[in-house]
Every structure is written in C-alpha cells, then in structure tokens.
C-alpha cells in the first residue's frame, strides 16, 4: 500500500468518481513508485464494480496517462499497472535538441499536402504500451488467482487436452459471469477438476451449488473442509478418491 499515492489520488481535481474508486484500488496494491499487479477479479472485489466496467475504466485511465498497463509481466504472469496519479508532473521532462552538426533544411509547404496522401482505412491502429499475452496461464489468471489456474492447466494436460489460448478466453469469460453472479473462480476450477470436466459454465456450477445445499451440505462447509486438504489437481485427486470410497460421484 502506497499512502503517498492514495493522497494523491484524494487530491486530483481530474478523476471521475469510478475512475478515482478504480486508483484508489491500484494504489491500495501499490509500492511508492506505483508498480502493482492486483487481478482484474481483485480489483472487482475491491471496488463494487463489474468486470466490464473496471476494463473499460483502466483503458480510458492507460489513455490519459493515469496507468501504464503491462500485461503479463508480474510475478506468475500477473498484469502490471503503474500508477500515475498526476500524469503531468510524474511524467519525466522530455528536451528535443538537434544534433550541432545537423544542416538546416528549409521545409517546402506544398499547396495541398493531403491531395497525394494516401486514403486512411477503416482500422486505426494505436501505440501502445501493453504487451500481449497469449498463454492461457496468463488469460486465465486475469478473472481467478494465478494458483488456480496452473492448477486447471495442469489438469487439462494429464487429460491429455491441453488447453489452448482460444478456450483459455472461452473460460475466462464464463468465469466472469460466474464472478459477476457472486460465484468464486478459483471454485469453479476447482470443481471443474473434481468432476472431470474439460470447461466450466455458469449453469453448472451453480446447480451443482444448489444441489450441494439441497443435500444439506453448505457449499461454505465445502470449501472450508477442501481447504484442509491440498489444494488444486491433487487435492482435486485426493478428494475424487475419497468420494469413491464413500460410493459417490466425485
């Protein structure tokens, strides 16, 4: 937690109330030089905000010089954001000077420049300073903690089905939904892995959420007697192995 940072961040006069809750988060996580790499699920808990909006807000925060977004770069793949809560000062001066020796070229002003430029296409391509991540380690641990999905990955490799970039953003979108309807990812993994199941949707994990109350096991029992154990592929395995011996499906 960088206190500087949060002061800082009370005292700008150019933050919206979202944009401010979202800064106030990053710098919660923040060192005094604003590196942080909170998840994007983290940050949703911490600001009341949904996944779309949090996104949407720290792209229009990396826009105006509030963030620098690098995207994989933290421990375990985690995203970093670097914080600038003043953008004008915090930037570092920058002086152009010509070289001594450089001749003095009088420029030639045509009288229609634009006549001869060629015609823009439809896509606009922005600079950028985020580094694309492509690894499903990496597309996953943006909605469930980094721990959780290793864990997952390695599943899915002893299935022999390794897990791809495209269904790593197929997951990670269902859980989003999961998340935005008050499930836990790093749950919905978890349980992926105990009922052999390749993916994991919003319905099932619900129903069998249900279904785990309506049998009289709170699912909060659940998850407190599965922290006991190890956690991920093998406590996953640990657990399977218990259910069978007890006559159950795992």
């Given at each position: 937690?960088?206190?500087?940072l ?28 604003g590196?942080?790499?909170?998840s ?13 909006s ?14 620098k ?49 060629p ?63 008050g ?68």
């Amino acid at each position: 937690m960088s206190i500087r940072l949060m002061n800082k961040v009370f005292d700008s006069e150019t933050l919206g109330p979202t944009e401010r809750l979202i800064m106030l988060a990053l710098a919660d996580h923040a060192d005094d030089s604003g590196r942080c790499y909170p998840s994007i699920h983290r940050l949703c808990k911490r600001t009341g905000l949904g996944e779309r909006s949090v996104q949407s807000n720290i792209k229009k925060l990396s826009d105006r010089g509030y963030l620098k977004k690098i995207l994989g770069a933290g421990r375990r793949n985690a995203n970093v954001y670097v914080v600038y809560p003043n953008p004008a000062a915090d930037a570092p001066p920058q002086h152009m000077h010509p070289a001594a020796d450089a001749p003095r070229t009088p420029q030639q002003m045509r009288a229609n420049p634009a006549a001869d430029a060629p015609k823009p296409s439809g896509t606009t391509i922005e600079p950028s300073d985020v580094i694309a991540v492509t690894t499903p380690a990496g597309i996953l641990a943006e909605v469930a903690s980094p721990e959780a999905a290793r864990s997952f990955i390695a599943y899915r490799a002893h299935m022999k089905k390794p897990l791809t970039a495209t269904a790593a953003r197929r997951l990670a979108s269902s859980l989003t939904r999961i998340s935005n309807q008050g499930g836990d990812p790093d749950d919905a993994l978890g349980m992926a892995e105990e009922r052999g199941w390749q993916s994991i949707k919003p319905h099932w994990y619900f129903k069998e959420q249900k279904n785990a109350c309506n049998s009289g096991y709170p699912p909060r029992r659940q998850q407190a007697r599965e922290r006991e154990q190890p956690s991920g592929f093998a406590g996953a395995a640990l657990r399977r192995h218990a259910a069978g011996e007890q006559g159950h499906e795992g």
